[in-house]
């Protein structure tokens, strides 16, 4: 068995264990396997263990890397900071992305997946940490994103998704979680689909069974999968 397969077996139990505290099925939690900076021939690895959707940081590395690995049924998910001038490749390369956090990218990333003849899955990103070094709506203006986001044909916004900080001390991070799921709560009750809006893409490595706990859908695991990054 490879060490990613090993560390696989060890995530899912880790899920089935969350999961199961939270009286959820695992089957309501997807696995991101994250691979900025892994090689082409781990993430050919990951992918024979059982891992069905990729989460990337960078949209030039995952083109690069998705031409390299176009005989393999995975998902592409962009989880990374994307600039409006990546729009077009980014709609090219992916097949969600997780960080819609203004509306100029969105309106940019509608305009390319029209063109494309798309519909692309998407997420908003939100700050609930408010800090100043990272990307993502100010939780008080994620409702107003979502009014702008919800009319564009090219985008079908499923739900949020956050970066929480990283703090050692999980039940610290757990209020990120729970505000990221009472901001989607909000957004149901204004929406005119609420099913359609049933994303939360939260939890890493070192928090996602607390991330489970508060009810992840998605879960975006680098380092426990694939060891440190350089
Ligand atoms: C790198 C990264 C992850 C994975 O982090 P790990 O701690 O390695 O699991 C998840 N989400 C985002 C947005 C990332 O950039």
Redesign the pocket.
């Known amino acids: 068995m490879s060490d990613i397969a090993r560390n696989l077996a060890r995530i899912r139990a880790s899920i089935a264990r969350a999961c199961s505290r939270a009286g959820r099925s695992p089957d309501t939690v997807r696995l991101v396997g994250?691979t900025?900076t892994v090689d082409v021939g781990r993430v050919r690895e990951g992918v024979s263990a059982g891992i069905a959707v990729l989460?990337e940081?960078y949209v030039q590395e995952a083109r690069r890397k998705r031409e390299a690995l176009s005989d393999l049924k995975v998902e592409w998910h962009f989880?990374?900071h994307l600039q409006s001038n990546k729009a077009k490749v980014a709609v090219e390369c992916f097949d969600w992305i997780h960080t819609v956090d203004r509306e100029k990218l969105a309106r940019e990333l509608d305009r390319q997946a029209l063109k494309k003849g798309r519909r692309i899955p998407v997420l908003i990103q939100v700050n609930t940490g408010d800090e100043a070094s990272k990307s993502g709506v100010p939780p008080q203006k994620a409702l107003e994103l979502f009014r702008a986001v919800t009319p564009l044909e090219g985008l079908s916004l499923r739900g949020l998704m956050t970066?929480p900080p990283y703090l050692e001390d999980l039940e610290a991070v757990r209020p990120h979680f729970r505000l990221l799921r009472e901001i989607l709560d909000r957004m149901r009750q204004e929406a005119s689909e609420p099913e359609a809006l049933a994303e939360l893409s939260m939890g890493?490595?070192?928090d996602f069974e607390t991330a489970i706990e508060e009810g992840a859908t998605m879960i975006?695991?680098?380092?426990?999968l694939f060891g440190k990054?350089d």
Do not use: C, E
Request: net charge positive; no cysteine.
């Open positions: 994250v900025k989460g940081n989880i990374g970066l890493m490595s070192h975006r695991v680098g380092t426990a990054r």
